[in-house]
């Protein structure tokens, strides 16, 4: 196991070297400076009027779910740009030749570098998730209902995206890479709220159509989960509401997902191992 350990140390660092995840984390500094300069005029306009502290309350920790899943779509975003060269780049440039023919098992590279992208990712969702709710709490003193779900669930669905990256880098070049792992998300997004919207038009065939697309790509699944765990029950109930409790993915449906990304892996695994360099 030590080989595995040395290549995820190794790409954490490389990781870390590249421009575009500090680029990433300034994008996501100036998408807390924005969000906290929203709360703050919120709260001014609050107190220049007289309101019920309750409905206050509800509409501020709406506020909160709109900066998290700002966070998670910024997260989901920076997996894929940060990891569609790592196994792709190094199969087309003959990098990973090099790699190989040292005494290291090809599954044990891909592990490794697995291992090593998904501390990077958690670091940063887990920087951005306190990043958001330390500025809500500062401005509001609103707290989301499980942060500790929440982030697990977040973390969870960047896992999965980038589970289905490194497949894709087994089979296609980078380009075709990103397209295809950026569609995927599209699709994962569009079955989400079908399923969402199905909720209001009880149409059967919508249903059956989300739940379709969600089993292609169910990331959206966990965040939709994600959404339901940390908002407060009355934000969920309200119809009009992007995050209304209307579809819930059960846990059924997050056993799903993580048996995907487990299975997702395997493939991938299964494939470089098998390839001609």
């Known amino acids: 196991m030590r080989p595995l350990w040395i290549m995820a140390g190794v790409t954490f660092r490389e990781?870390?070297?590249?421009?575009?995840?500090?680029?990433?984390l300034a994008a996501a500094a100036i998408l807390l400076a924005i969000f906290a300069i929203a709360l703050r005029l919120q709260v001014l306009e609050f107190q220049s009027r007289p309101m019920s502290p309750f409905?206050?309350?509800q509409v501020e920790s709406g506020m909160l779910m709109v900066g998290l899943?700002?966070?998670?779509?910024?997260?989901v975003v920076m997996t894929i740009l940060t990891s569609i060269d790592t196994i792709a780049g190094e199969i087309t440039s003959g990098t990973i030749q090099a790699i190989a023919t040292k005494p290291i098992a090809r599954w044990q590279i891909l592990g490794g570098k697995f291992v090593g992208f998904v501390a990077m990712i958690i670091a940063f969702v887990a920087l951005t998730f306190c990043g958001t709710i330390a500025v809500a709490y500062a401005a509001t003193g609103v707290l989301p209902e499980h942060p500790v779900r929440g982030f697990l669930l977040m973390s969870g669905e960047?896992?999965?995206?980038?589970?289905?990256?490194?497949?894709?880098g087994t089979r296609f070049t980078t380009l075709t890479v990103?397209?295809?792992?950026?569609?995927?998300?599209a699709v994962a997004f569009m079955g989400g709220w079908l399923e969402q919207v199905s909720g209001f038009s009880q149409s059967e065939h919508i249903v059956t159509l989300g739940v379709v697309t969600s089993l292609l790509m169910p990331s959206e699944s966990?965040?939709?989960?994600?959404?339901?765990?940390?908002q407060t029950p009355l934000a969920g109930s309200l119809s009009f509401s992007p995050f209304a409790n209307v579809s819930i993915p059960s846990n059924q449906a997050l056993l799903y997902a993580g048996?995907?990304?487990?299975?997702?892996?395997?493939a991938a695994l299964s494939r470089l191992s098998r390839r001609d360099f």
């Not at 048996?259 to 395997?266: Q, S």
């Open 15 to 24: 990781a870390a070297r590249r421009r575009i995840l500090w680029t990433a």
């Open 55 to 57: 409905v206050r309350y």
């Open 69 to 75: 899943y700002t966070c998670d779509l910024l997260a």
């Open 158 to 168: 960047c896992v999965l995206v980038l589970a289905v990256t490194f497949y894709l």
């Open 178 to 185: 990103g397209v295809l792992a950026l569609g995927l998300q």
């Open 222 to 230: 966990l965040w939709r989960r994600a959404a339901f765990e940390m």
């Open 259 to 266: 048996l995907f990304a487990v299975c997702v892996v395997g």
